[in-house]
């Protein structure tokens, strides 16, 4: 056991920094990402406070979505918030001691599982369901989606049938922060479940998943809608004539 022990330390550091280096890399690009054009989407709002108002809409409620399909906004909807309410009851296991909001979140967390299952269920059955979805999903849009459903009922497995010691999972954690490697339960159920969230931090800064922070950069959603009020010039442009003048 100390050899699995010590593998899955590494294992997570790897996958630690391969999701924190790749999420820099990406939001970075993103960041450099010329926007030459004035592009948001109509109708949009005139003001920055406006753009804030509309960005805070379309991360909470998935405003666009629900626009353009209420039965993908519905298992959207309920999966991301199903998950939002599992990863503050999973944040347990990495703090000590634990603030009391997350305190209180413990327990709606289980049906924050089984709703991020439901979602994802929708979602995935609507890439073999609807024709014009099946024509555009490529491997890695199953992969992805059975991926986060493998993790979600591992871990509702691990909860209800399959029980793990709780206490050893968080110390095991928290050493990891100090560079120690501690002992980690070796329930079969629970190592194949670490297995796959250690996958898909991995995955996360390669596939489309990346949206949740590149949500943010779309022009089409953090541009106010002022051409006529302020001229809309590219930085790049900007020097270029500066440099003619």
Not at 137 to 163: E, M, N, Q, R, T
Not at 194 to 215: D, E, N, Q, R, T
């Amino acid at each position: 056991m100390a050899f699995l022990t010590t593998v899955y330390a590494f294992l997570f550091y790897f996958a630690a920094f391969v999701l924190v280096a790749g999420l820099v890399f990406r939001i970075a690009r993103y960041a450099l990402t010329p926007a030459p054009l004035k592009i948001p989407t109509t109708p949009a709002p005139t003001t920055r406070g406006g753009v804030v108002l509309r960005m805070t809409r379309e991360v909470v409620l998935f405003e666009s979505l629900f626009r353009g399909n209420k039965w993908t906004w519905i298992f959207g909807w309920i999966f991301h918030f199903g998950l939002f309410i599992v990863t503050l009851r999973h944040l347990r296991y990495f703090i000590e001691p634990v603030w009391f909001p997350i305190q209180l979140v413990q327990p709606f967390g289980i049906y924050g599982g089984l709703a991020m299952i439901i979602g994802l269920a929708g979602l995935w059955a609507r890439r073999f369901l609807v024709d014009r979805v099946r024509y555009i999903s490529a491997p890695s849009d199953h992969l992805i989606l059975a991926l986060l459903i493998l993790i979600g009922v591992s871990g509702l497995l691990v909860k209800f049938v399959f029980h793990t010691d709780v206490v050893a999972i968080k110390t095991f954690f928290l050493g990891l922060y100090a560079f120690e490697i501690r002992p980690l339960p070796a329930d079969p159920l629970l190592l194949l479940h670490l297995l796959l969230v250690a996958m898909l931090m991995i995955l996360f800064p390669y596939s489309k998943l990346l949206h949740a922070p590149g949500l943010f950069f779309s022009p089409s959603r953090n541009q106010a809608d002022n051409p006529r009020e302020q001229r809309h010039l590219a930085p790049w442009a900007k020097r270029l004539e500066q440099g003619r003048g």
